[in-house]
């Protein structure tokens, strides 16, 4: 069964302290993977999506990256702003929904 | 540009009523899928509309139906409410079945006593 595993499950950095959060997948052909940013109580905001395995992409202090079996978000001097809850999605090839993963809950503390 | 809408915010009902939820895409997006999640749970796919057709659907209950308007809005309607139905219900709407980038709602908190 296709499976999508984010890791940690919480995460508590203090400003400025970079960390990385990871996102492993077991799909039978992967479409794109993407990774979005939820807030308490609202929807999840889009950041990045990634397609193939050394593709990388960056948005201020956020940088994601993709292999053939996972993709890790990297966080660079992290600021209290980026305390959110980020998720992990894939798509397996043809047209199929996102499968999500649980999640990694990021506090970044002052 | 306005962004994906959904109504109501917040919505509370008890056991054994209806609800329907509504949304309406990005502008420029044809295609409306809904999510369910609970606390501290990742989304999890309901279904999928386009061309006012559901195109896919989830390990949901027929309890769980849908439909989309000509102007692409949609309803997620969920029959016989149990307790366990209580969620965030997110919208995502993006352009096109096969496009890749889904567009989420702030999503409509539903408790059900």
């Known amino acids: 069964e296709d499976q999508v595993t984010q890791s940690p499950e919480a995460l508590r950095l203090q400003e400025g302290e970079s960390s990385s959060l990871n996102c492993s997948y077991t799909?039978?052909?992967?479409?794109?993977l993407f990774w979005y940013r939820q807030d308490p109580g609202k929807g999840p905001e889009f950041l990045f999506t990634?397609?193939?395995a050394g593709e990388e992409k960056e948005k201020e202090r956020l940088k994601a990256t993709l292999t053939k079996k996972e993709s890790f978000l990297h966080i660079t001097a992290p600021k209290p702003e980026d305390s959110a809850t980020y998720l992990c999605?894939?798509?397996?090839?043809?047209?199929?929904?996102?499968?999500f993963g649980k999640g990694t809950r990021l506090s970044v503390i002052a | 540009d306005a962004g994906v809408t959904q109504s109501p915010t917040h919505l509370i009902k008890t056991r054994g009523q209806q609800v329907t939820l509504r949304c309406s895409p990005k502008?420029?997006?044809?295609?409306v899928s809904w999510y369910q999640q609970a606390l501290g749970q990742g989304p999890q796919f309901i279904f999928q509309?386009?061309?006012?057709?559901?195109?896919q659907r989830g390990n949901f209950p027929d309890r769980f139906s849908g439909h989309q308007f000509p102007n692409y809005s949609s309803e997620l309607n969920v029959n016989a409410l149990l307790l366990g139905d209580s969620a965030l219900y997110l919208c995502?709407?993006?352009?096109?079945?096969?496009?890749?980038?889904?567009?989420f709602g702030p999503g409509t908190r539903l408790t059900v006593l």
């Open positions: 995502a709407s993006s352009a096109g079945t096969i496009t890749d980038t889904q567009y």
């Open positions: 799909v039978s052909g992967l479409r794109g």
């Open positions: 990634l397609y193939s």
């Open positions: 502008s420029g997006h044809d295609t």
């Open positions: 509309y386009y061309e006012e057709e559901e195109r």
């Open positions: 999605a894939v798509r397996i090839a043809g047209n199929t929904p996102l499968v």
